[in-house]
């Protein structure tokens, strides 16, 4: 199959190694954000309290974000899952769970096409650089009829770049973006649910929550 824009992407981000991409990133990044801070000045867009306890429905304290959306995603975990970006929280225990540095986003050569039911990842598209890219590869690993769960901090609930969002942050993530870029990856699917939730001081969450189900095996040409 001829090599595709998203193709070349991928092998030029897996070019350096891990630990190196994620150097040069913030190093980057680092004197962008100074640059922003002495040009801008903050707005109460996409603000959000650090301060807020989030609470479950059991009343104790939340921490990780696939904590906050684990009883709504679950009925859509079934069968044989992949974590991607989960950190110590998984989304269950018995997903392979791929983080760095044992696994990189980029890169899920270790798995054969079509190799899990499901495919799960939050709030870790947004510190990719070539989303399109990580998104093809995420779809090639999800069987025929299974579901790519993506769980993303929403810009209109969260800091933007350059105004105070996360400094490894890449991109901010609108939902309409982000189907658009899946829609570039190649592969067909269907929408199951695109849910938002925030603001934060309302909710607890400043985030989005989008489940997609996988229609075709091949890239389309």
Avoid at 111 to 140: G, I, K, N, P, V
Avoid at 166 to 194: A, T, V
Wanted: hydrophobic share 40%.
């Amino acid at each position: 199959m001829a090599m595709n824009i998203h193709s070349i992407q991928r092998q030029f981000v897996l070019f350096f190694p891990s630990w190196l991409r994620i150097r040069i990133h913030r190093t980057v990044y680092f004197f962008f954000k100074i640059v922003v801070k002495v040009t801008r000045f903050r707005t109460g867009k996409g603000y959000w309290n650090k301060n807020i306890q989030r609470k479950g429905a059991d009343g104790k304290a939340i921490h990780g974000e696939s904590s906050i959306c684990r009883e709504r995603v679950l009925p859509y975990c079934l069968g044989k899952g992949i974590d991607i970006g989960c950190g110590p929280d998984p989304v269950t225990q018995e997903v392979v769970q791929w983080d760095f540095p044992r696994g990189d986003a980029y890169d899920l050569s270790s798995f054969a096409d079509e190799s899990f039911d499901f495919l799960f990842s939050s709030h870790c598209l947004e510190h990719l650089f070539f989303q399109t890219a990580a998104l093809a590869e995420w779809m090639r690993v999800i069987k025929v009829g299974g579901r790519m769960i993506l769980y993303l901090p929403h810009p209109d609930y969260y800091f933007n770049i350059g105004w105070g969002a996360n400094g490894d942050h890449c991109h901010d993530c609108f939902p309409e973006q982000i189907i658009r870029k899946l829609r570039s990856s190649g592969y067909d699917f269907q929408i199951l649910s695109l849910q938002e939730f925030g603001p934060a001081r309302r909710c607890g969450e400043w985030s989005f929550q989008l489940i997609v189900q996988k229609e075709n095996l091949k890239k389309i040409e």
